[in-house]
């Protein structure tokens, strides 16, 4: 927990000393890490799996990355849209105040936003899995393919990704409407957390259901 609160402030800080923006900083730290972070996590790979474990592993994270092609930019268009009617709207005591019909705008923006999203995680849960198993199964039978340690955490990844796409147009929301900072706080923390629960997790044996780890951090953060 001291960690928790100490790292952030320490960014802050150094932004403040620097000149720099709170919210770039943050961004620019989370890029930062996860490059450093990437590097650790393959060292470990290369000394805890072995080359077959590596190939399910590096394959499963390559189909999950098809839930980027579902986004289609709408995230981005949320954010700006959101700040548009952002500019005629403030918070009161935890309330928005403002323009009536901006207010309006912002919930419409928000349901469809909610609306286009759900459509693609049940998208991404119904179609990725089933391709996911296909591939990964490479014709085993019925009987073979209950037996193989990558079913379990592949299913569970891909529904712990269909969930988190629940939370993107809610997350482009606050960004859109002056909660950069607090995002991309959020995002910084979930970068260094969901990296240091990855390392233990591979260094404990874990295996595959590392992924499941990794994806799960991020889901709870969001």
């Known amino acids: 927990m001291a960690l928790r609160k100490h790292i952030p402030v320490v ?26 972070a990437a590097t650790g996590t393959v060292i470990l790979m290369t000394k805890f799996f ?3 474990l590596q190939g399910y592993y590096y394959t499963i994270v390559s189909l999950l990355a098809i839930q980027g092609f579902l ?9 700006l849209l959101s700040s548009h009617e952002w500019a005629h709207l403030a918070t009161e005591d935890g309330k928005i105040t403002g323009s009536a019909k901006s207010r309006g705008r912002l919930a419409e923006i928000h349901r469809f936003g909610c609306w ?18 296909y591939w ?25 990704n269909s969930a988190s ?7 482009a929301l606050l960004e ?7 995002v991309n ?14 390392w233990i997790s591979i260094a404990a044996g874990f295996g595959l259901w590392t992924l499941v780890v990794s994806n799960l951090v991020r889901l709870l953060w969001e």
């Open 11 to 36: 960014v802050v800080t150094s932004a403040r000393a620097i000149g720099l923006d709170t919210a770039v900083a943050f961004s620019v730290s989370a890029r930062l890490w996860q490059v450093m």
């Open 50 to 52: 072995s080359a077959e």
């Open 71 to 79: 986004d289609l930019g709408l995230s981005g268009i949320i954010v």
């Open 116 to 133: 286009w999203y759900s459509c693609c995680a049940t998208a991404f849960l119904l179609l990725i899995m089933p391709l996911g198993i």
């Open 136 to 160: 990964l199964s490479d014709g085993l039978n019925a009987a073979d393919l209950l037996q193989q340690k990558w079913l379990a955490p592949w299913v569970m990844c891909v529904t712990l």
């Open 165 to 171: 796409m629940l939370f993107v147009p809610r997350i």
């Open 176 to 182: 859109g409407c002056n909660q950069v900072v607090a």
């Open 185 to 198: 706080r959020m995002r910084f923390s979930q970068s260094m957390t969901g990296s240091f629960f990855v």
